[in-house]
């Protein structure tokens, strides 16, 4: 299956510090095109281009923009979500390992557009090796006049500082990412107040991914109607997905929205590893739906996958083959939840830690089929009580198991009762 590389396009052409490689292969040729262009000319593009956000939730780019834009300030803010926390997500680390100039014109053309001055790439702190590399790569643009004061000779100012995290899956939300870069704790906020009304120390904020922003350069050189000759009527463009697990061929590839799910893990990934049968696939990261071997058969985009109980979420496409138990699958996930609540409030701070409970009891033999109605409810108060996305996704994995393997959790019950006997 011939992938469609956009964000990828330069992978493996250029040196990726080079600004020049950069350059020759047609970089900042859309960030030109944007400084000659109005905000609204290029808010207007950028919502006829139908792009939506990469990072999990599918935002309209051109609304958020639009709104930052509106909010008027004497600062404002672009900020790149760089955490990819998500377990089984690489997407943005290839893309910034292999070309990161896509990225920083990504952001250029956003603080251009929004009125935003500086921006800030939140780098995930397992990807020290990365921090380097982007200086680098920031320092030689900054060298010729791409970023800084006056780019390209223009009016305009842009410059760009990389902060990393401390290892915190939440700090991926947008708003506990703000409080980290900020030197707080990594707590999310209420909302409102959005981001793109007050965000980093109380400025308009534009937060978006390294994906999403990547996209701009070739959507400003090439039009909207080119982006949308790829995907389907609701997502346009392509997508990035990371297929991982007991996956044959573990990559990260690039195909446009409406790829089906189940091409992608046999021709792609090329089955399950060692010669084992696929039993699962998870979609979208830990936070995700895991579905049976038999549902996997659909076209991939964000409204497909809801339709077909599964989640898009950041593109990560888990596989579970045949010799793992489901529930073992489930109880891990949940102790990466447990670990990784951030504690701010009750339903996902007790609920995750009870729900690694009620799921271990179906693995140490004390577990009774009524467990499993517990397990829905608490799932069903921490989706609606939680206060981030954490604490109401978190349940997922949960809630589709059991709609999904019943049959798996039912067996542990059988065998402890006939172990016992
Ligand atoms: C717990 C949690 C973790 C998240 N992690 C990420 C992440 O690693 N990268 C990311 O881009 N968005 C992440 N998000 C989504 C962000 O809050 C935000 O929606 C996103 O950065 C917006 O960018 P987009 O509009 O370009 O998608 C996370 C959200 C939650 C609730
Ligand atoms: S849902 Fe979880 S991670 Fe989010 S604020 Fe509440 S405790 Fe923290």
Request: glycine share 12%; hydrophobic share 35%.
């Amino acid at each position: 299956m011939q992938e469609t590389r956009v964000v990828l396009r330069n992978m493996g052409k250029i040196d990726p510090v080079k600004v020049e490689d950069y350059v020759a292969q047609g970089g900042y040729e859309g960030l030109k095109k944007a400084i000659a262009l109005s905000a609204d000319e290029i808010i207007n593009l950028v919502k006829e281009s139908g792009l939506r956000g990469r990072g999990g939730a599918g935002f309209s780019t051109g609304s958020k923009w639009q709104f930052v834009k509106n909010t008027p300030a004497d600062q404002k803010y672009v900020v790149c979500n760089a955490d990819e926390g998500e377990p089984g997500t690489s997407k943005d680390l290839t893309l910034m390992k292999n070309d990161p100039n896509t990225l920083f014109e990504g952001m250029a053309i956003a603080g251009v557009t929004v009125g935003a001055t500086y921006g800030y790439i939140y780098l995930r702190a397992e990807y020290p090796y990365l921090f380097p590399v982007l200086e680098q790569a920031l320092a030689n643009a900054r060298a010729k006049g791409y970023l800084g004061k006056n780019i390209m000779g223009s009016k305009f100012d842009f410059d760009i500082e990389v902060r990393s995290g401390a290892g915190a899956y939440v700090c991926g939300e947008e708003t506990a990412l703000i409080e980290s870069i900020e030197g707080k704790r990594g707590e999310p906020r209420f909302k409102p107040p959005y981001p793109g009304v007050e965000g980093l120390w109380g400025k308009p904020t534009l937060v978006n991914n390294v994906e999403t922003l990547s996209n701009l350069p070739e959507i400003l050189v090439k039009g909207a109607a080119w982006f949308k000759t790829m995907g389907t009527a609701t997502c346009a463009g392509t997508k990035i997905f990371s297929l991982c697990g007991n996956v044959a061929n573990p990559c990260v590839v690039e195909y446009p929205f409406g790829v089906n799910l189940k091409q992608l893990v046999e021709e792609v990934g090329g089955g399950a590893a060692n010669g084992r049968k696929v039993k699962a696939v998870q979609t979208g990261g830990a936070s995700g739906c895991i579905l049976r071997a038999d549902q996997i058969d659909f076209a991939m985009d964000i409204e497909n996958c809801l339709k077909n109980g599964a989640s898009l979420g950041s593109g990560a496409i888990c596989v579970i083959d045949d010799s793992k138990s489901i529930v073992e699958t489930v109880h891990n996930l949940l102790s990466f939840f447990v670990h990784e609540s951030c504690g701010k409030c009750t339903p996902c701070r007790e609920g995750n830690m009870r729900l690694y409970e009620l799921c271990g009891r179906f693995l140490d033999g004390t577990a009774k089929e009524e467990d499993l109605d517990t397990m829905l409810d608490l799932a069903d108060t921490m989706m609606l009580a939680s206060l981030c996305g954490l604490g109401q996704t978190s349940p997922t994995a949960v809630v589709t198991s059991i709609a999904n393997f019943r049959n798996e959790y039912l067996d542990c019950i059988a065998n402890a009762e006939r172990r016992n006997s």
